[in-house]
């Protein structure tokens, strides 16, 4: 049972991956059973009866019928579940407390339908591949969750670190770090501290995770023979994140926008947007596949583009159909420490927000390959025009308008590429190989779900 001090930590720290907060019982009394449920399939977590969502207390009443509604609703989720329900008194309200154990007999399933906890929000998996992936998961533990028995807390886990963190996720000081982990979960039961905190906290994490980095290089031309800068980035995941946009903006076209006759700051204005490579960065610090001990995380500038990539494919639990749609993470506590320093929003947007900020910037669609290593690749902004014109003496116009076709969008089927050219599927296919041979166009992927992939090489 936690103590009042316990709970008001809580309740100040706000909800996040390991604790929920319900302003009242709802009528459906299921709505809360399925937060327990997805706690249980996670590593545990609090829900809290009677706060609100901006971490007030407003109290509720707790009688002997809903109390047995709700235990009589967690007795239908299967293998049977235990928790430490009670009632307590703060500033005169009275408010439940429901303690939930992270389940040793995952998965546990409530009306039929299997609950994960991703972030800060519960999610139902509807698909088979989605159940699939989590029954294969259900014995093995999550490489953040494990715990990370060579560091010691007192000595390699910096009070700055933690105070950045504190500063960031904005927790008072009136809660002690010893409360902060507690709340968070970050140390086991036999009080080792987990993976995902070490990655997080500590004051070289590369000591202990030697490929836990990221690489970051600059190429001279479009493709790897020649390397302009090699350098990188250790440090607490948060801090390589930081060190490597510092160092991508060194690396790209920056212009400055001056407003209001120089009275207002400048604008920093990217050839991409910067946004874009927030996200992508955090995406591969969040789900990288850590278990992975021979690759990094890499961030490659090339002439006419930038990839980025991580260990660790598409989740199989994803299916490809809803990439960009859902998420499902590798490394839910990391995840869960991003969300608190409101570094990721709403899980599985910000693909689309990669995409919809490309195409507002009039850039194109960024692409992605989810096999094996996970690459997200930026096409950087030139005359497309220009470059098309030096090409027309050496291509007929049919060749020309393919190429145009594809730069449009890169999905384009060979039979829509056959009304917009307006000859027959014989000679889309011979000229799509000249183009080919030329090296001016390659298919990356299958026939159905794969892209065309423009080499903007000169004659």
């Not at 809360?32 to 007030?56: M, Q, R, Y």
């Not at 030096?390 to 009304?419: P, Q, Y």
Request: overall charge neutral.
């Amino acid at each position: 049972m936690l103590s009042i001090n316990e709970i008001t930590s809580l309740i100040n720290s706000g909800e996040g991956f390991n604790l929920e907060f319900k302003v009242r019982i709802p009528n459906k009394i299921k709505e809360v059973t399925e937060e327990i449920c997805a706690f249980a399939n996670a590593s545990g977590g609090t829900v809290i009866l009677g706060v609100d969502d901006s971490n007030n207390i407003q109290g509720i009443t707790f009688n002997n019928a809903k109390r047995s509604a709700l235990q009589n609703s967690i007795n239908e989720i299967t293998p049977t579940l235990h928790c430490n329900i009670y009632t307590t008194t703060i500033d005169k309200k009275e408010i439940v407390i429901i303690e939930v154990p992270s389940g040793v007999n995952k998965p546990y399933v409530l009306s039929g339908a299997i609950y994960v906890r991703q972030g800060p929000n519960s999610q139902k998996l509807t698909t088979v591949e989605e159940m699939r992936d989590f029954f294969q998961q259900a014995d093995k533990i999550y490489y953040d969750e494990a715990p990370c028995k060579t560091i010691d807390i007192t000595k390699d886990i910096p009070n700055t670190n933690i105070n950045q963190f504190r500063e960031l996720a904005g927790l008072g000081t009136t809660v002690s770090n010893e409360q902060v982990f507690n709340n968070l979960k970050l140390i086991t039961k036999e009080g080792f501290l987990k993976n995902g905190a070490t990655l997080f906290f500590a004051e070289n994490p590369e000591h202990f995770f030697e490929k836990a980095i990221i690489r970051c290089i600059v190429f001279d031309g479009i493709d790897k023979r020649y390397i302009n800068d090699d350098k990188i980035m250790p440090g607490t995941l948060y801090q390589q994140f930081l060190q490597t946009m510092t160092w991508l903006k060194t690396k790209l076209n920056v212009r400055y926008d001056i407003e209001g006759n120089g009275s207002q700051p400048r604008k920093e204005i990217w050839e991409i947007p910067e946004t874009v490579f927030k996200e992508a960065i955090i995406n591969a610090l969040a789900h990288r596949d850590y278990y992975d001990k021979g690759a990094r995380i890499s961030v490659e500038v090339f002439n006419d583009r930038i990839e980025i990539s991580n260990p660790g494919g598409l989740v199989s639990g994803i299916p490809k159909n809803e990439f960009g749609k859902r998420s499902l993470s590798r490394n839910p506590l990391i995840f869960g420490l991003f969300e608190r320093i409101r570094m990721v929003e709403q899980v599985g947007s910000g693909i689309s927000r990669m995409r919809d900020l490309m195409l507002e910037n009039n850039l194109t669609p960024p692409e992605f390959n989810t096999e094996g290593i996970f690459t997200v690749t930026f096409r950087r902004p030139f005359d497309f025009n220009k470059w098309v014109d030096k090409w027309v003496d050496n291509l007929t116009d049919n060749r020309v308008n393919i190429i145009k076709a594809i730069h449009k969008n890169n999905k384009v089927s060979k039979r829509e590429l056959e009304e917009i050219v307006g000859i027959s599927a014989t000679a889309i296919d011979n000229n799509l190989d000249s183009l080919k041979d030329l090296g001016l166009i390659e298919r990356v992927g299958s026939a159905k779900g794969g892209h065309w992939k423009i080499n903007y090489i000169l004659p």
